[in-house]
């Protein structure tokens, strides 16, 4: 139940406060009182009566000068206000001291001073209890000290001096009246105690006509005031009989109709009180029957009632009309219904008529429809005020819970109302309502609900003469905001666009620029789901340039070039999107995600770039970036792109191999924390999928793509490979340190490669150096392999394609040797491909490499002679091969040294004869003829010696040509002149 409201001003007994003389700091210290021993009579008590009366005449003036020294709005600050009542608390009791004293001394002495100084008090209480800026105590106070005063300045017994008796009676009557109300109550007490002697003697002194009237008045008030404050006190019976000594047949026909409406105003107050702080049925029922006495007694003079009387009335019935709905017993609605009935009547426009009507409606069950009709005519008809307004906003909050359809056609009515005045607040809140009911029940809210919103903004606009403010557009676009929020989430995005345009009606123009850029981002996401592509561009093209470079706005146009499939815009703005302010990551997570799902790979891939590059720049909150599974996908992404390519630069491959190259860095980091410190990031499981990707491309590279790439994969591949953990189970090991040797071939065949074709000879030496450096680590590996017996160990493919390879890196690295000039090196390799029963083949390829490099001459006889001895020591020789490579050393060592082709002389006679049927007969026919031209070469020179020795070479090798003989006789006929002639000498 709402509060009761008293209706009504309160009032005296006369209508005003002010009083008229008869006929006509603040720290005060007071003399001592004779140790409370009573006073002294005689010359002595008069001297200290007079004294006090010099004091509290000094003291009154100063209270006075105090509060008319000040200002007239504030009399008092708060702090001299709390000091001044602490003061008349204490002055208080000395007054009543005082006027004991007096009376028991019989001294007037003071009476004319005393009144006059009462009379000014009390004026000044009258005139700042209309202050609200002072404590109503302190007025309440105040006329108690003037009460007190005005009752020290009497003269004579009241049976002398009858009107001045009646002039205290009823000053004591408002200065009970004024205790009570600032709910003083032992002040009241006082007050009202020492009026009841003035109130008994009247009773008892002769009266007849205007003093009969004059009786009645002052006893009736006095009676009804005691019976308030004994109700107050809790003392039931009392008031009862004060209140039937108030009203007897004696004392009501002489009250006049002013007495009547005081008296109706307390019985009015007693019953509201009642009611209001009732805890039970049985102060209800009192509160009640006090307000049906406050009802009786206006009745009687229903005719003659002042204006206040009226409103006192009303104040009555409405009051009354709240007391039956609330004690709610049998019959109580029909008495309520009975008491609005005839408040419509008699106030058919008065605010509290309709609520009352509204309240009827609603505690007697009626339904959402009736409460707002009765609205309605509220709102039609009530003055609008500053009380009236709230009190419909708040009647209209009640029918929202009941029909928010209801409330909503309240609202409408009341702003049309309201757009006749001037009140732009008013109009705003009533708007705001209407807005806020729309959007309590967003569930509700259809296509008909927002054009019923467009409607109402559109009248506003219309109506309304000036703008609307800050903080009512902020609230309206909020409300407008969260509705269209609920629907999107819904998916429904029509309407959510709907809803949207309505936030940024022209009302709402002034609302901000940062307001009208988020809603016109949703209404392009919406269009975006919607894929209405051109709608979302041109809302798009609507915002200012400032808002198009946000972040947010670069991620929709981003969007919107995915779905319209603008790849060149997309890529643009994507690049737009990494520097604008406001930029988070996450929106290019989600950038990847979509262009992905909608076949942009090259789109995807620069944004996981993007991401990447700021990973590894450290700048910026990238938030919770799981590097490995981000580099993951971003070499996927970039191999799907290389795949489209028809052919592949150095540019193209190389950023997948910087991904690799920055994963590897990343894992090296992760692999060095402590084992309790390390994320779940770069585990074997990981490392595997890097190191096997990296080779793999490697390996694909070595057809299609730069040499150079090839390198760099296969070498980050060895540094992922490096990772592992030193406690791997056999076969993983295996898998490892294979993977690992074939990285090193990949390399030391990719940089021999690069080598070969490099014109620069300082960048052909270090692609050489390079690729022995890798060379060396692949035998140091091989190495580690036989020591753990992995060569041996396994399938017997896999050790011989490693022996293959092992020998093709041998003959590589004898190629970079000879390319280098390190000659002594060669040796040494010759050894180590014997060692490992390298294939025949590679030995021609080191004989080729050796008689094409400008190698001295000693050298390429070194090499070829042990390169010879290597062959010849060979399992399965290749005889055909061999006698060609004799064919080249002979010549050349018959050439450059005899010495060492004489070495060679007797291991090619031993191959021939063991291999007379292999071996080639024209290599056979060309090796006789070369050694016999060679010792005619001697013979010429003057060298018998060693022509004989040479012709004995030429015919060894003869006997095995395949002529039948006829070479061997003519030479040895020649050989027989030779032989003659050397003899003759």
Not at 69 to 77: E, F, G, K, M, V
Not at 694 to 716: D, H, I, M, Y
Request: hydrophobic letters at 40%; a neutral charge.
């Amino acid at each position: 139940m709402a509060e009761l409201v008293i209706g009504g001003r309160k009032r005296g007994s006369e209508g005003r406060d002010d009083i008229h003389p008869r006929n006509v700091g603040f720290d005060v210290t007071f003399p001592e009182r004779n140790g409370g021993r009573g006073h002294s009579g005689g010359a002595a008590g008069v001297t200290t009566f007079k004294q006090r009366g010099e004091m509290i005449k000094k003291t009154a003036s100063d209270i006075l000068h105090r509060f008319t020294s000040s200002s007239p709005t504030t009399p008092l600050s708060a702090d001299e206000q709390s000091h001044m009542k602490t003061r008349l608390e204490g002055f208080v009791p000395v007054l009543e001291e005082f006027l004991s004293l007096q009376g028991k001394l019989k001294e007037w002495g003071f009476a004319d001073e005393m009144d006059g100084l009462g009379t000014e008090l009390w004026n000044l209480s009258t005139k700042i209890a209309r202050n609200e800026n002072v404590d109503k105590k302190v007025a309440c106070l105040l006329r108690v000290v003037a009460y007190l005063f005005i009752e020290s300045g009497r003269r004579e017994s009241t049976g002398k001096d009858t009107e001045g008796a009646f002039r205290i009676l009823k000053i004591a009557n408002k200065a009970a009246r004024a205790c009570l109300d600032s709910n003083a109550l032992s002040l009241a007490t006082k007050i009202l105690e020492r009026g009841a002697a003035f109130q008994r003697d009247l009773s008892l002194a002769p009266k007849g006509g205007s003093l009969e009237a004059e009786h009645a008045r002052s006893s009736s008030e006095f009676f009804v005031l005691r019976a308030r404050l004994a109700i107050r006190q809790g003392n039931a019976g009392v008031g009862e009989y004060m209140y039937s000594k108030s009203t007897t047949p004696e004392l009501l026909p002489h009250l006049p109709t002013h007495t009547l409406e005081s008296i109706a105003s307390t019985t009015f107050t007693i019953g509201t009180d009642l009611i209001r702080n009732a805890s039970n049925q049985a102060d209800k029922n009192e509160g009640i029957k006090w307000l049906r006495r406050s009802y009786d007694l206006l009745m009687r003079e229903e005719e003659r009632l002042s204006e206040e009387g009226q409103e006192l009335k009303g104040g009555v019935m409405h009051n009354l009309a709240k007391a039956y709905l609330r004690r709610g017993d049998g019959g109580d609605g029909e008495r309520a219904r009975m008491v609005v009935g005839q408040i419509a009547e008699a106030f058919p426009t008065s605010q509290w008529t309709f609520l009352l009507k509204l309240e009827l409606v609603q505690k007697e069950g009626g339904d959402a429809k009736a409460y707002h009709d009765e609205l309605v005519s509220m709102i039609d008809l009530i003055p609008l005020t500053a009380h009236s307004f709230p009190s419909i906003i708040s009647k209209v909050h009640n029918l929202v819970s009941r029909s928010p359809i209801l409330a909503i056609a309240a609202l409408d009515t009341l702003l049309k109302r309201l757009l006749l005045t001037d009140n732009a607040e008013w109009i705003e809140q009533t708007l705001i309502t209407r807005l806020w009911v729309t959007a309590k029940d967003s569930k509700e809210c259809d296509q008909e609900c927002v054009r019923g919103v467009l409607e109402v903004l559109d009248c506003v606009e219309r109506g309304c003469g000036k703008a609307m403010s800050g903080k009512a557009m902020h609230a309206g676009q909020i409300l407008l905001w969260k509705v269209s929020e609920v629907l999107f989430a819904k998916g429904d995005y029509g309407a959510t666009i709907k809803w949207c345009e309505a936030a940024r009606h022209p009302v709402f123009r002034g609302a901000g620029e940062s307001n009208e850029a988020k809603i016109a981002r949703r209404i392009i996401l919406s269009y975006l789901e919607l894929r209405q592509y051109g709608p979302a561009r041109e809302i798009f093209s609507q915002l200012s340039p400032a808002i198009q470079s946000e972040a947010m706005s670069q991620f929709l146009l981003l969007r919107l070039a995915l779905g319209s499939q603008d790849e060149s815009l997309a890529l643009q703005t994507l690049t737009n999107l990494y520097t604008a302010p406001g930029f988070t990551p996450q929106m290019l997570y989600t950038c990847a995600l979509d262009s992905q799902e909608m076949g942009q790979q090259k789109v995807a891939l620069k944004a996981l770039r993007l991401v990447l590059e700021k990973v590894r720049s450290g700048l910026g909150d990238v938030g919770a970036v799981r590097t490995s599974a981000l580099l993951r996908c971003v070499i996927r992404l970039t191999e799907g792109e290389l795949d489209k390519l028809t052919t592949v630069g150095m540019n193209d491959v190389g950023q997948l191999c910087e991904h690799f190259e920055t994963a590897a860095v990343y894992a090296k980091q992760a692999r060095q924390k402590p084992d309790g410190q390390r994320s779940q990031q770069f585990d074997l499981k990981e490392l595997d999928w890097f190191s096997k990707n990296a080779f793999n491309f490697a390996v694909k590279g070595c057809t299609a793509w730069p040499s150079e790439s090839v390198v760099r994969l296969a070498e980050v591949c060895m540094k992922f490979l490096n990772l592992y953990p030193a406690d791997m189970d056999t076969e993983a090991r295996k898998e490892m340190l294979g993977r690992q040797f074939l990285c090193l071939y990949t390399c030391v065949c990719a940089l021999t490669f690069l080598g070969r074709k490099e014109d620069n000879i300082d960048i052909q030496k270090s692609h050489f150096a390079a690729a022995r450096t890798h060379a060396k680590a692949l035998r140091q590996l091989r190495g580690s392999m036989q020591k753990e017996e992995m060569l041996e160990q396994g399938v017997s493919a896999a050790g011989g394609e490693f022996a293959v390879k092992y020998a093709i890196v041998l003959m590589l690295e004898f190629e970079a040797i000879a390319k280098e000039g390190l000659w002594e090196d060669l040796s040494g390799i010759i050894e180590e491909a014997e060692a490992v029963e390298c294939p025949l083949r590679m030995y021609e390829c080191m004989v080729d490499i050796i008689l094409t490099e400008n190698a001295p001459s000693s050298v390429t006889l070194v090499t070829m002679q042990a390169l010879l001895g290597a062959t010849i020591r060979n399992a399965d020789p290749d005889i055909a091969k061999l006698s060609r490579w004799i064919r080249c050393l002979i010549s050349i060592a018959l050439t450059k040294n005899h010495e060492t082709a004489e070495q060679m002389i007797p291991q090619v006679l031993q191959m021939i004869r063991e291999n007379e049927e292999k071996y080639p007969g024209d290599e056979v026919h060309w090796l006789a003829g070369k050694l016999w031209n060679h010792a005619i070469d001697l013979w010429c020179a003057g060298d018998a010696g060693g022509c004989n020795k040479w012709c004995e070479y030429a015919l060894s090798v003869c006997r095995f040509v395949r002529d039948g003989g006829l070479l061997e006789q003519q030479l040895q006929q020649n050989y027989t002149q030779i032989l003659g002639k050397i003899a003759g000498r």
